[in-house]
């Protein structure tokens, strides 16, 4: 049942008088951040020249927060506990900050913001002003690993950094705004995977203040027993904690998180003591408190307290009305600073003595900077599990089928620092090897028939992607590894939380104290050239080119073509630190190109000439056939061999593109070929024909800046797709073989007029092949059985 306390009393008239004192200069030292650039302890009386010309800040939100904080604190030093906090209002950066200056931590990563008056200037001017920090609780902030710039994501970070963390609790803020997005709406299932006997414990706060940035919040409105029977049905217990009285609260607050505490306590010892592990019912609390509370009630004879007029910067015109800079002299001085902050404005000693010590501040705790504690995955050798290639096309296996062995010996040797992560779709994607040696992780009922369902299980499946990526961060985040898998086209659901995790590596790369976290790998299979019976809705390479939108030092994208390349490619994933890594490939059998070796070599270079599908050995070649993805190069094979067939003495140089990056320049991207090399293989001034396993114009944006830009010519993905076969498919995008030797046909200088029987006939072909598979439901075998043969003597025209 729910528990409303607003009878006990835990804390002594004297801890309630420090926790209060902790409280209002957390909130000081807020207000001071949003409004003050000189006169941090109002020495003076208050002048327009000490206010910011431009206010930015969001002060709504941040009493809540300061409160939740100083109460962790309590906790944390009174239990001795392992604890982090994520805040889900990003909007309450200053407040955070202002407790990590409290801590001290602030001013041990930040030298030149000092424990004292200057200090605290310093730390006021910096917030929301040119060359210094951000708003929100950004990546600069010791001891967040969610910034909550964009709404949604703390939940599912949170319970990300508990899995496997079995002595951490997670504090986990959830602002009433934030808990209208869908995400976070999808988060609260997270309990039916956290497993209280191996994992640490999350403890949701869902703050309510009753208002978003101009509008009531729904969960704030709703009647109370139907927002209890929500997180009851969830998984949760519900603690309620509301008012405006700031000793009642304090007093409420402090009983309720001793029961949450003990709740989490008692079922993480029911769970380790050997018997039954079953889903508990988790605690989380329901904070009320007023929007704004103890700043300025009413401003201009409007209220403010209590309503959407308090979420920003409650006094505006500071600058020019004396009216409004005399309340905000008021406002700063009902905290009584004098009380809080010595004579050289540090705080006063009975301050500095109640936050926790060391590594026990949430500010400080190494696991919220993960590149501390992370460590190398013990990776099996990826060679032995390769497929044999005698001759190139002539052993055929799916990539992810041959990946997914290896993928199942790195689950078991690392079996607390690695997970599988996925919305229902690793068996889908050929990785069901991984259920030799694990499960999906279950803590919701099971019934006879499931499969492969436990609370042990290191697969993470659930039917969002927004969660699996979530968790996925959190998990990095704190110093752990792990691998998203997902289909080609519905990865794009995590668009944006791409886009902030792309941020956050980027920034923390600036930060000297922030520690590289082990890079987030998607492996994307069932993709667009294979969508046999799903069609045109799951058909969209695009994601590709909405990570390339990405700063270069943190985005790598790998097309390998076989299976082979793959396991090289996904070796070099899990090793590497600090990056975001897009990995495309089929889980179709297809023939397979290179050796072991071969294959490792041709990673190393990120592309390279195939020699043995070339027909331009010592010379230079009249046309480069150039492809990427594991369809695209099929296609650009067959196109060679038909070439070779028809066309003997036309010198065709054949290359591969595993790594995508390197067609830029070396001044764009680390992984980018100097000019010098890239005209070297792809020839200054020779027809290229490209085939792309996506959108065509991602190829000339990578290559805009090349010598030989015109003269590329790029076949890939242009929205055209149905329910169809795998030949057709490609036909109907203009991708396929026959369609690629018209198109050296027609761009080989003089060639058009010599081989204009041989362009009817590809023309013939194509529609011979449309033909077929409308009559027989399937593709040619002359097409689908097609394997390359290497011709033995190629001076032997």
Same mark, same amino acid.
């Given at each position: 049942m729910d528990t409303v306390l607003d009878a006990q009393r835990p804390l002594t008239d004297d801890e309630l008088r420090r926790l209060d004192a902790y409280w209002r200069a957390a909130n000081y030292l807020t207000v001071g951040q949003i409004y003050l650039l000189g006169n941090p302890l109002l020495r003076v009386p208050l002048t327009p020249d000490d206010i910011k010309p431009r206010l930015l800040g969001h002060w709504g939100t941040s009493p809540g927060l300061n409160l939740i904080y100083a109460h962790l604190n309590r906790v944390i030093v009174a239990r001795d506990l392992n604890a982090m906090l994520i805040t889900g209002p990003g909007h309450g950066g200053p407040a955070i900050v202002a407790n990590t200056w409290l801590e001290g931590t602030w001013s041990e990563r930040y030298h030149d913001v000092a424990y004292d008056e200057a200090g605290m200037a310093q730390l006021f001017r910096q917030f929301s002003f040119p060359g210094g920090i951000p708003s929100h609780v950004a990546a600069d902030v010791p001891g967040s690993i969610h910034e909550g710039g964009e709404l949604g994501y703390a939940l599912s970070h949170a319970f990300g950094a508990a899995f496997d963390n079995p002595d951490l609790v997670v504090a986990c803020v959830v602002g009433d705004g934030e808990a209208e997005t869908g995400p976070l709406a999808g988060s609260w299932l997270s309990s039916a995977f956290l497993n209280p006997a191996r994992d640490g414990a999350v403890l949701p706060i869902l703050h309510l203040n009753g208002y978003k940035i101009a509008n009531p919040t729904v969960l704030s409105r709703i009647p109370e027993e139907d927002l209890l029977d929500l997180m009851r049905g969830s998984g949760y217990e519900p603690?309620?904690?509301?008012?405006?009285?700031?000793?009642?609260?304090?007093?409420?607050?402090?009983?309720?998180?001793?029961?949450? &505490?003990?709740?989490?306590?008692?079922?993480?010892?029911?769970?380790?003591?050997?018997?039954?592990?079953?889903?508990?019912?988790?605690?989380?609390?329901?904070?009320?408190?007023? %929007?704004?509370?103890?700043?300025?009630?009413?401003?201009?004879?409007?209220?403010?307290?209590?309503?959407?007029?308090?979420?920003?910067?409650?006094?505006?015109?500071?600058?020019?009305?004396? /009216?409004?800079?005399?309340?905000?002299? =008021?406002?700063?001085?009902?905290?009584?600073?004098?009380?809080?902050?010595?004579?050289?404005?540090?705080?006063?000693?009975?301050?500095?003595?109640?936050?926790?010590?060391?590594?026990?501040?949430?500010?400080? !705790?190494?696991?919220?900077?993960?590149?501390?504690?992370?460590?190398?995955?013990?990776?099996?050798?990826?060679?032995?599990?390769?497929?044999?290639?005698?001759?190139?096309?002539?052993?055929?296996?799916?990539?992810?089928?041959?990946?997914?062995?290896?993928?199942?010996?790195? @689950?078991?040797?690392?079996?607390?620092?690695?997970?599988?992560?996925?919305?229902?779709?690793?068996?889908?994607?050929?990785?069901?090897?991984?259920?030799?040696?694990?499960? =999906?992780?279950?803590?919701?009922?099971?019934?006879?028939?499931?499969?492969?369902?436990?609370?042990?299980?290191?697969?993470?499946?659930?039917?969002?992607e927004h969660l699996c990526q979530g968790w996925l961060e959190g998990y990095l985040l704190t110093g752990r590894h792990g691998v998203f898998t997902s289909y080609e086209a519905f990865i794009h659901i995590v668009d944006s939380m791409v886009n902030q995790h792309a941020k956050w590596l980027k920034v923390t790369r600036a930060i000297p104290w922030r520690q590289p976290v082990a890079s987030l790998n998607y492996l994307l299979s069932s993709h667009v050239w294979r969508q046999d019976h799903n069609g045109f809705s799951h058909q969209d390479p695009g994601f590709i080119d909405h990570v390339?939108? #990405? %700063?270069?030092?943190?985005?790598?994208?790998?097309?390998?073509?076989?299976? !082979?390349?793959?396991?090289?490619?996904?070796?070099?994933?899990?090793?590497?630190?600090?990056? @975001?890594?897009?990995?495309?490939?089929? %889980?179709? #059998?297809?023939?397979? *190109?290179?050796?072991?070796?071969?294959?490792?070599?041709?990673?190393? =270079?990120? $592309? /390279?000439?195939?020699? *043995?599908?070339?027909?331009?050995?010592?010379?230079?070649?009249?046309?480069?056939?150039?492809?990427? /993805?594991?369809?695209?190069?099929?296609?650009? $094979?067959?196109?060679?061999?038909?070439?070779?067939?028809? &066309?003997?003495?036309? %010198?065709?140089?054949?290359? !591969?593109?595993?790594?995508?990056?390197?067609?830029?320049? +070396?001044?764009?991207?680390?992984?980018? $070929?100097? +000019? !010098?090399?890239?005209?070297?293989?792809?020839?200054?001034?020779?027809?290229?024909?490209?085939?792309?396993h996506g959108y065509p114009w991602l190829i000339h944006r990578l290559t805009y800046r090349r010598t030989n830009h015109e003269n590329l010519h790029v076949r890939g993905y242009k929205e055209e797709g149905t329910t169809t076969t795998p030949f057709d498919m490609v036909m109907l995008n203009d991708l396929d073989r026959f369609h690629l030797v018209i198109d050296v046909i027609d761009r080989v200088p003089g060639l058009a007029a010599r081989a204009a029987h041989l362009r009817q006939r590809m023309v013939d072909a194509r529609h011979a092949a449309r033909d077929y598979t409308r009559e027989h439901g399937e593709d040619d075998p002359q097409v689908a059985e097609w394997r390359w043969v290497r011709e033995t003597d190629p001076t032997n025209r």
């Open positions: 603690y309620v904690v509301a008012g405006d009285e700031p000793a009642l609260v304090h007093q409420m607050l402090a009983a309720t998180m001793d029961e949450a &505490l003990d709740a989490i306590a008692a079922i993480q010892r029911r769970a380790r003591s050997g018997g039954a592990v079953e889903r508990p019912r988790w605690p989380m609390i329901i904070l009320r408190t007023p %929007k704004g509370w103890t700043g300025p009630r009413e401003v201009d004879d409007v209220q403010v307290e209590g309503t959407y007029r308090a979420h920003q910067v409650p006094l505006s015109k500071v600058r020019d009305s004396p /009216g409004h800079l005399a309340e905000l002299e =008021r406002w700063l001085r009902s905290y009584r600073p004098e009380e809080l902050f010595d004579a050289t404005g540090a705080p006063v000693e009975e301050l500095r003595t109640l936050p926790p010590r060391g590594d026990r501040r949430m500010s400080a !705790n190494p696991v919220t900077n993960g590149g501390l504690v992370l460590r190398d995955l013990d990776l099996p050798d990826f060679r032995a599990y390769g497929v044999d290639v005698a001759e190139p096309g002539t052993a055929t296996a799916g990539a992810t089928g041959v990946l997914g062995p290896w993928i199942r010996d790195v @689950i078991a040797a690392n079996p607390q620092t690695f997970r599988l992560f996925g919305p229902d779709e690793v068996a889908s994607n050929r990785l069901g090897a991984a259920f030799e040696v694990t499960d =999906r992780a279950w803590m919701a009922g099971m019934v006879p028939g499931d499969d492969h369902l436990s609370p042990d299980g290191r697969v993470m499946e659930v039917l969002s390339v939108n #990405k %700063k270069a030092e943190v985005v790598r994208v790998y097309l390998p073509p076989d299976a !082979n390349t793959l396991l090289a490619t996904m070796d070099h994933c899990l090793r590497s630190r600090h990056y @975001i890594n897009v990995v495309v490939a089929g %889980k179709q #059998k297809v023939p397979n *190109w290179l050796t072991m070796d071969e294959a490792v070599q041709h990673t190393r =270079r990120g $592309l /390279g000439i195939w020699e *043995w599908a070339s027909s331009d050995s010592g010379t230079e070649p009249d046309v480069v056939l150039a492809c990427c /993805g594991d369809v695209p190069t099929l296609e650009a $094979l067959a196109a060679s061999e038909l070439l070779r067939q028809h &066309l003997p003495d036309l %010198k065709v140089r054949l290359v !591969n593109v595993v790594d995508l990056m390197r067609l830029q320049p +070396d001044t764009e991207h680390p992984h980018g $070929l100097p +000019d !010098n090399e890239f005209d070297t293989i792809f020839t200054p001034d020779r027809p290229i024909i490209f085939a792309y």
